[in-house]
C-alpha cells in the first residue's frame, strides 16, 4: 500500500507534515511518499534529523512538485492553474493508482475541487462531502458535511445519509447505522427551509434506499451514542465541528485551572492525572484523524488546516486503515446496484 | 418589583416551575405571580410542602388562569385563541405594568409570537432575538439569536449585532463589546449566502452604528474571551447553543466515568471533588438562568424548556437583575436617539 501525503499543506507545513511522517512510519506497513518541493523536503530533514530522508526509512518517498496552493487561493482557479502544485500532483498520482491513499490538510475547498474534478465522483452521487469521524459516549459519531458544501439542497443530504450509512456499515461494523438529521428541534416541522424538506425527503425515501433515518437530532443529544450519523448542510455541519473543538479547548483549559486552584486539589490531582489524561483523550477528537470525502471515487483523507506532527502521525496511520476496509470500493459497488 | 412567571409552561411544569419559586423567594426581594390554574396550583403546593402557599412567603401570589400553550400548538394561533392560556394573560399583566418582567419555559415560538403581538416591538427592530448567556473562559459570551428567529436576513442580523452591543454595555460593564459573526472561516469570502451578505452590511454600518464588530469568529474561538457576543441567524445559533449543552453532557459523563476507572483514581478522586464540581459549575450554561428577548418593549425572559427546579430558581434570580439593570428601558432610549 502507498499513501500519498501533500507535504506543503496546512498551517505547519512542510515541518510538522514530515515530523508525522517519520512518527508513523514504524506504525504502519504502508509507504508515504511525500509531495512537494524535494530540496525543502530533504534540508528539513537533514535539520530535524541530522541525516538523509533514505537513512530514516526505505518507506518514505519523495515526490517533486514545484507549486504549492495556498489557504487564500480560489479553489476551481487553483486546481486549473497550479499543474505542479503538491496537491494536483498528489491527485494526479491517486488517479493513475501510484497510490492508494491521499492526504492533506490544505485549502478544503482546492480538496473538494481536485478530487472531484481529478479522481472524480462515484455515479450517482452529485456532491461529494466531508465525513468527520468524532468521539462519543461509549462510540463515535460521523458527521457528515463536515464542511465541504456551504449551500445544499435537500437532494444533497438524502446522498450524505445514504453515504454514511455505507460507509459505517463497512467500517465500523454497525449493521443498520442510525441516521439522524441535525435540527434544532426533534418535531417534523422544526427548522429551516432546507431542514423541513431533507426530513421529508428522507422520510419518503429512507426504506426503499436501506436508510435508518431516526428523524431529528437536537445537537444535545448528539453525543449520546444513540445516534451513529448526523446529517447537515456543510456550513452548519462545520459549526457544529467547530464549536465542539472550541467548547473542548474551553474545558480542558477549565478543567486544569480548577485543578490547580488551591494546594489540596494541586495536591490531589497528581495521582488522577492519568484518569484526566484519559479523559482528555476521550474528548480529542484529533485522535481520530482526518476526515474521509465520501462520494469520490479513491480515498481521499482532509487533514486539520491546523494539523500538527501528532495529528499527521494518527490522520496517516487512520488513512491506512480506510484503505484496507476498501471503503471506497464498498461505496462504489452499492451504487452501482442501485 | 413583580416577577411574573408562566406556572404551566416547560416539560416539568408545573412541579418545577412552582419548587424554583420557592426556592428563590428568600433569595431575592421582589414579589413573584404564578400564572396558572389556581387550583392545580395549590393543590401541588399542599402536596410538596404540606401548607398552603400564603403560609410559606407572602411574595407569592397567584393569578388564575384557565388554559395552557402546548409544545406542538402553532404559536400565532395558540396566541390568538387561547386568549386565558398562562402565556397569553402573563404577556397582558406585563402590558398592563402588573408586572416588571415575565418569564416563560413555554412553547418559544408563541413566546417570541406573543412579545411581539402583545407587549410589541421597540421602534426601530425588524425582529426580536433571543440572546442566550454562556459560560467561556474567564468571561461570559452572549449568543443572539439563540434560536427565535429561524430564517434570517442580513439587516436582522445587523440589528443582533446593535441590540447585543447596547445589552452588553449596560448590563456587564463592557465599554466597546466585541462582536462577531458565527462563520466556518475569519475570511471574509467564507461562508453561506446570508453570512457573507451580513459580513458587508456589518462593515459597511459598524462605525456609524457603534457596533465594534471585528469579524467572522468560529466557534472553536468562541469561549475563549476574545468576543463578548457573537452573532448568528435562530438557526445556527440555536445548532450552536445545543451543541455546547450536549457535549456539556458527554464531557460531565466521561470524566466521573475516567475518575472511576480503578481503585486508584477513584481514591484520589475523591479529595478533588470540589474542584470538578467548580468545573463543573463552569460548564454549566444553566447557571446563567434563561435567556432574554432582546428588542421588546418590556423584559421577558424564555427559561429552557426542561427547566428543573433549580434552573427555575437561577433564572428567577437573573430575571431581577435584569429588571435593576434596565437593559430593556436603555435599549429603548438608544434607538430613540438613532
Given amino acids: 500500500m502507498k499513501i500519498i501525503l501533500d507535504a506543503m499543506g496546512g498551517d505547519n507545513a512542510p515541518d510538522a507534515n514530515i515530523k508525522g511522517t517519520i512518527n508513523a512510519i514504524n506504525k504502519i506497513k504502508a509507504e508515504v511518499i511525500l509531495v512537494g518541493k524535494e530540496e525543502i523536503i530533504r534540508n528539513k530533514v537533514k535539520e530535524f534529523y541530522g541525516k538523509e530522508i533514505e ?17 487564500e487561493d480560489i479553489p476551481t482557479k487553483a486546481i486549473k492553474n497550479k499543474k505542479d502544485s503538491s496537491m494536483v500532483v498528489g491527485f494526479k498520482m491517486l488517479k493513475e493508482n501510484e497510490g492508494d491513499v491521499f492526504i492533506s490538510a490544505g485549502n478544503s475547498g482546492a480538496l473538494l475541487t481536485g478530487a472531484t474534478l481529478i479522481v472524480g465522483r462515484i455515479k450517482g452521487i452529485d ?18 458535511d463536515a464542511g465541504s458544501n456551504t449551500n445544499c439542497k435537500p437532494i444533497n443530504l438524502l446522498q450524505f445519509a445514504q453515504m454514511s450509512s455505507i460507509y459505517i456499515k463497512n467500517t465500523f461494523g454497525v449493521e443498520h447505522p442510525k441516521i439522524g438529521l441535525l435540527n434544532i428541534g426533534t418535531e417534523e416541522t422544526k427548522g429551516n427551509e432546507l431542514v423541513k424538506e431533507s426530513y421529508n425527503l428522507l422520510k419518503e425515501k429512507a426504506e426503499e434506499l436501506n436508510i435508518n433515518f431516526i428523524g431529528n437530532i437536537e445537537g444535545r443529544e448528539a453525543f449520546s451514542g444513540k445516534v451513529d450519523a448526523i446529517v447537515a448542510d456543510g456550513f452548519t455541519g462545520n459549526v457544529f465541528l467547530k464549536t465542539t473543538e472550541g467548547l473542548g479547548k474551553f474545558v480542558k483549559a477549565s478543567l486544569t485551572e480548577s485543578l490547580k486552584k488551591n ?49 499527521f502521525e494518527y490522520t496517516i ?9 476498501k471503503a471506497v470500493d464498498k461505496m462504489i459497488e452499492e451504487f452501482q446496484i442501485k
Fill in 317 to 325: 496511520i487512520q488513512a491506512e486503515k480506510f484503505v484496507e476496509n
Fill in 55 to 71: 537513512e530514516i526509512s526505505n518507506r518514505i518517498k519523495i515526490k517533486n512538485a514545484t507549486e504549492t496552493i495556498e489557504m
Fill in 127 to 144: 456532491r461529494p462531502a466531508l465525513a468527520g469521524i468524532l468521539p462519543a459516549y461509549h462510540s463515535r459519531l460521523v458527521l457528515i
Fill in 263 to 311: 494546594w489540596l486539589s494541586k495536591l490531589c490531582a497528581i495521582p488522577t492525572l492519568p484518569a484526566i489524561n484519559r479523559f482528555k483523550k476521550t474528548m480529542d477528537y484529533k485522535t481520530y484523524g482526518g476526515a474521509l470525502f465520501l462520494g469520490v471515487k479513491k480515498p481521499v483523507v482532509k487533514a486539520h488546516g491546523s494539523s500538527d506532527a501528532k495529528l
